[in-house]
């Protein structure tokens, strides 16, 4: 069987798309999850941390699945939604979509260059929930607010909530960064365990000048990324409930990948975020795939050179952090 896709990242978080709106694919549910297995793992030739599957919608103006590189699916994704987004919006000639995603129907536009020539996407990151059966995590209380988890960590304190997506957040000083600690913690929660029955993704957070912050985060099904979309939101949105950040002020967010950019919104008791990144494709290939037998071969591969301009980006950020860690 042969298939047409594109590689992509946003904020060097990396996936491959692939076009069931265009294409007759007819997957399964296992073919799903089997592709994501195969066709994402490093030791090939094209890798990445997750495949986004590209649908049909009756309700929007597109459909996006994700599925992380371990063959699980999860229910959003922040730097996936933005490479949709472009994807949807060049394919229909159109500036603004709503994209239907598991959980919700989310807006998405297209936006100014967040760096000269870095194509940009803003996406709607929402629902959010705070009540730990969202996430779900196994405690004796309705939420987590900045607050000690004894089997995880005598000093850290964590925030969790879904974006629908579960997050646990901490925020802290550079040491946090610089032992195993957030490895060791989000293997423990993303294993066999009583707290995170569904696993976690899991961030360290470091406030730098105000208007401003880092995020590293280890991702359930897939381990560290470069970054994670719905975590610098999640992220965002725990930095204005502590009052280090505004509400409605552009929060900008530097990740391993580069910089993307948040504003966290507050109605009542109902938070969404708005987040505005980067949609870069890096090649377009076509594979020939034997899933029966879990191999495929690459039989094209067109490099689109936009990565050049985002590396300027990224150097920027780079910077920036290696002033800051
Ligand atoms: N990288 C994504 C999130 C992908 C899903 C996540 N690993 C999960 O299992 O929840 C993002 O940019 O949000």
């Given amino acids: 069987m042969q298939i047409d896709l594109i590689k992509g990242h946003g904020s060097g978080n990396d996936f491959l798309l692939i076009d069931e709106i265009s294409n007759d694919y007819l997957f399964t549910e296992e073919d799903r999850a089997n592709l994501a297995k195969v066709l994402c793992n490093r030791g090939n030739e094209l890798g990445a941390d997750g495949i986004l599957f590209i649908m049909k919608s009756d309700r929007a103006d597109g459909r996006m699945r994700v599925f992380n590189a371990d063959g699980s699916e999860a229910s959003m994704c922040g730097n996936g939604l933005r490479l949709v987004a472009r994807y949807i919006c060049e394919l229909k000639g159109l500036n603004k979509a709503v994209i239907e995603t598991m959980k919700a129907n989310l807006k998405v536009m297209k936006q100014e260059d967040i760096f000269p020539q870095v194509h940009t996407y803003q996406v709607e990151i929402s629902p959010v929930m705070f009540e730990l059966k969202a996430l ?6 309705p939420t987590l607010f900045n607050e000690k988890i004894k089997e995880l960590s005598d000093e850290l304190r964590f925030t969790a909530l879904a974006v629908p997506n579960p997050h646990l957040i901490a925020i802290g000083e550079t040491e946090m960064f610089q032992n195993n600690l957030q490895k060791e913690l989000s293997e423990k929660v993303n294993g066999p365990n009583d707290l995170f029955p569904d696993g976690v993704n899991v961030s360290f957070v470091k406030p730098l000048e105000k208007g401003s912050i880092y995020v590293r985060t280890f991702e359930r099904g897939v381990g560290f990324t470069n970054a994670c979309g719905t975590a610098m939101s ?19 967010v530097y990740n391993n990948g580069g910089k993307v950019q948040c504003v966290v919104h507050k109605l009542d008791d109902t938070y969404s975020i708005d987040l505005i990144g980067n949609a870069t494709y890096l090649y377009r290939a076509s594979i020939q795939l034997a899933l029966n037998e879990k191999t495929f071969s690459v039989t094209s591969r067109t490099e689109l050179l936009e990565q ?3 590396e300027k980006l990224q150097s920027a950020a780079q910077e920036v952090i290696k002033q800051t860690l």
């Fill in 234 to 252: 999640a992220s965002s949105l725990v930095t204005c409930l502590t009052e280090l950040n505004n509400y409605e002020k552009v929060i900008n």
């Fill in 308 to 310: 050049r301009t985002y």
């Fill in 136 to 141: 779900p995590l196994n405690l004796p209380k």
